[in-house]
């Protein structure tokens, strides 16, 4: 099975920057999309970013030109540069990655991984 493991949550400032990663390990034929999501009090859970296997990356329109998110294949690892944080950046955000099995089937998966708390504070 795909496991996920997600570090570098933790209290800023408003203003500060965190830098978010998570590391993918297991039975993959390959990773096709990584993406990050976060979940705050009384809110659904919404993306914040996502990038594909060959580099197009999607923004939150509430985190564009703060944000970005880039993949290390050779580790199967994703980040999250998170800059200017505000206030409503305050969520836990969870690691999720999609790709194909290392089996015969080459089934489809979807794995997410524990989630971390960003919180900011004024």
């Known amino acids: 099975q795909v496991q996920l493991v997600v570090s570098g949550g933790g209290l800023v400032q408003t203003g500060g920057s965190l830098r978010l990663s998570c590391a993918a390990s297991?039975?993959?034929?390959?990773?096709?999309?990584m993406a990050w999501y976060r979940q705050a009090p009384g809110k659904r859970r919404e993306l914040v970013a996502k990038i594909t296997r060959g580099g197009t990356t999607n923004y939150a329109d509430s985190v564009k030109g703060r944000f970005t998110i880039s993949r290390d294949d050779a580790k199967n690892t994703v980040y999250l540069q998170m800059n200017s944080l505000e206030t409503e950046d305050t969520a836990v955000y969870y690691c999720?990655?999609?790709?194909?099995?290392?089996?015969?089937?080459?089934?489809?998966?979807?794995?997410w991984g524990q989630g971390t708390q960003v919180t900011v504070s004024s």
């Open positions: 297991g039975r993959m034929f390959v990773i096709n999309t």
């Open positions: 999720n990655t999609e790709g194909v099995t290392e089996d015969l089937s080459r089934s489809g998966f979807s794995a």
